[in-house]
């Protein structure tokens, strides 16, 4: 989970060419980058199932609460839902 969209591998393979090709600086600068994504993925990915998984928790807390303030709410008479008494008519 924490390599996604990163591929170590290949920079470790271009990090062999480049010293295969003489540039040492250009290797180790690309085997540290390999390193540094390797040594990096667990706390990467801990973060990315974390922040998953409470992205989903606030969905579902979000529905429950939708769910919750629908349900039980409707007058039982059916008049509406104002609890004040109905306005007199002058007009009648």
Known sequence: MGLLGNDPSSLLAAARQAFADGNADRAAS?????????AGAKGIGQIRILGTAAGIAGVLLLLALLVWTRSGRRPKDGRGTSASPPEERLDA
């Open 30 to 38: 690309l085997a540290e980058s390999a390193r540094a994504a390797w």
